[in-house]
């Protein structure tokens, strides 16, 4: 069996022989290493949740101490939403007496000795995790596709939007861009920079966000900025031929009208090739701009990367296993990784099934997680019935009182599918969008939370407190 070049090291055995264990897990041979999960996104957590009891004791290993329901989260960049009210805290979920957790990031795998190597998020400090079964649901990360600047940039006027911390800095500078815009010693020229805000990537996370910030401007800003309105202006930049790929085309085109009307501009078939910094005598502050595939380059303040998806540093790091060209583990139609038969799975956005390669939804690693909670847990054998993906369609909330649902295509992509009649866009896909995440919350407070937050948001303004 092929093992990871940094675990064969030296150094590896001398940690191993100096690691602390984990007080939780024993390393005498009368212990049962328990189950570990590596994650708590979609897959993970659900997976926790379905998997957990005082029969099926679990360990869980994340930077993340908590889930985060990622459909909601460009609602939280402008205050429509709290960032408390899309979370759901492992140590506080409905599991957490049957399960160990560890906020910590796994590095590296030692498969023949069934260890994980892990290092905690405060202290930095190496130990070491033995499982009994061991199920992969790390996730990935946001592709940037090596563009010059980009992740150099990424925390000061560029960010990302796949963790609350990144909702968060949105958040905080788009406020700060606006306190700035505002000051007498800003010139027009800079305020129109400072508040040229810049979209990279077309997807249903990128037009939300787009959405969410066209309905802050007009709603919040306008009352409490209103010389600051003709400076303003939002720029949806995607590389491929339309926007909202895995959409009907008339609802792709419904929303590209949708965007018309509200003066943002879309530009497809168009890429962004690098970010620039520059000096401008007529500029306070350093200038940014992105320099784009048709020779045009876009002055901006903010830029919201969301264009792609890349493997996390330990996905790549693991060695003894089979991998896509995108950095996937290859598994089989039952979610085992391939030469690790009953004891490694792999679910989510970090793996693919073999043969059917899906998108990289919530949806899917959510049915993987629940499925292979039956089969872990003894519910169902382990290759007693294959994992099968059941479409529920696409939806998109397009901002207050807008948006769009695709049902074509519901039901197993390798099985039988309908397809409805017609296709929702408008108030009533924007009800069903609010309905059908508000009803997949977890925790009782979450469902009370944000029923509040859109209330708030609608009748007295959306949060601009900037801490």
């Known amino acids: ?80 939403l709290e960032f408390r009210a899309v979370q759901e805290t492992i140590k506080a979920s409905s599991f957490s007496q049957h399960a160990t957790f560890y906020q910590a990031k ?29 199920v992969m649901a790390q996730g990935v990360k946001t592709n940037t596709f090596n563009t010059p600047n980009v992740a150099d940039r990424e925390g000061k006027e560029i960010f990302y939007l796949k963790h609350l911390h990144h909702a968060r800095g949105i958040r905080n500078r788009t406020l700060e861009l606006f306190e700035m815009a505002a000051y007498p010693t800003t010139g027009e020229a800079e305020r129109r920079r400072l508040l040229s805000f810049v979209v990279v990537g077309a997807g249903p996370t990128s037009c939300e966000y787009a959405s969410e910030l066209n309905d802050f401007i007009q709603d919040d800003i306008s009352k409490m900025y209103p010389e600051l309105m003709e400076y303003t202006s939002i720029h949806l930049v995607e ?32 890429a962004v090739t690098a970010v620039e910094t520059f000096e401008n005598p007529k500029y306070l502050h350093e200038g940014t701009r992105a320099v784009l595939s048709n020779g045009e380059s876009i002055e901006f303040g903010l830029m919201v990367w969301s264009a792609g998806l890349a493997p996390v540093k330990f996905s790549d790091r693991i060695e003894g296993v089979e991998k896509t060209r995108a950095g996937r583990i290859v598994v089989d139609e039952y979610l085992r990784v391939k030469g690790h038969e009953g004891t490694v799975w792999a679910i989510g956005d970090a793996a693919e099934v073999q043969g059917n390669p899906l998108p990289q939804l919530a949806q899917v690693a959510q049915q993987q997680g629940e499925y292979l909670g039956k089969v872990l847990s003894g519910g169902q054998g382990e290759s007693e019935a294959a994992w099968n993906y059941f479409s529920l369609g696409s939806m998109m909330s397009a901002g207050f009182g807008e948006g769009i649902y695709d049902g074509s295509g519901i039901g197993n992509p390798k099985g039988w599918q309908v397809s409805l009649p017609f296709n929702m866009r408008g108030f009533v896909a924007w009800i069903s969008w609010r309905s059908a995440y508000w009803g997949k919350q977890v925790s009782t407070q979450n469902k009370i939370l944000i029923p509040m937050y859109w209330f708030k948001a609608w009748l007295f303004g959306r949060d601009v407190s900037r801490f």
């Open 239 to 270: 590389a491929g031929d339309q926007i909202l790929g895995p959409f009907d085309q008339s609802l792709r085109d419904y929303i590209s009208r949708l965007f018309t009307s509200r003066s943002i501009e879309v530009m497809t078939g168009t």
């Open 106 to 134: 796994a590095r590296t795998i030692d498969f023949s000795r069934q260890l994980i190597e892990c290092e905690g998020i405060f202290d930095k400090e190496k130990f070491f995790v033995p499982y009994g079964k061991l």
């Open 1 to 80: 069996m092929q093992i990871s070049r940094a675990l064969s090291r030296p150094a590896w055995s001398r940690a191993l022989s100096k690691a602390t264990w984990p007080r939780a897990l024993s390393t005498s041979s009368s212990a049962s290493p328990a189950t570990v999960i590596l994650g708590t996104g979609w897959g993970g957590y659900n997976l926790a949740k379905s998997l957990a009891s005082p029969s099926n004791p679990i360990t869980i290993i994340s930077p993340s101490n908590h889930f985060l329901f990622t459909p909601l989260l460009p609602s939280t960049t402008v205050g429509t």
